[in-house]
């Protein structure tokens, strides 16, 4: 499992609308927008320990502006976007392997459980749309990038 974590000012992630336009499925304000993908070997221990590395994480400043304050300190928010190009591999040629990332069929559970596992922690949690071609905006606050693995 493989999560990229940006802190945000702000957040949003659109998809296609029936109309020609765009829908918003999930947006933020101050808080992480995740960008997650699954391998073949990922479960539930995966989950339950990326859940709480995330949360975990002191990324935001306090008084001293020094980052020693969690999310929910912070009182921030998640926006969980799922990104299977995480896992793509351009060693060789022109054109990145995608023969790490799981596929639908696996990835689409892993993915709701994760997101089920933040929720049940306590924060807001937003999400873009499983498979759909999204458009991502944010403002990365700082920035401030990490990747995480397990």
Known sequence: MRVLVQRVARAEVRVPAADGGTRVTGAIERGFLLLVGFTHADGDEQLAW??????????????????????????????????????????????????????PETAIPLYERFVAALRARGPRVETGEFGAMMQVELVNDGPVTLWLER
């Open 50 to 103: 990326m859940a709480d590395k995330v949360l975990g994480l002191r990324l935001f400043p306090d008084a001293e502006d020094k980052m020693n304050m969690s999310l929910a300190e912070a009182g921030g928010a998640l926006l969980v976007v799922s990104q299977f190009t995480l896992y793509g591999d351009a060693r060789k040629g022109k054109r990145p392997s995608f023969i790490d990332a799981a596929r």
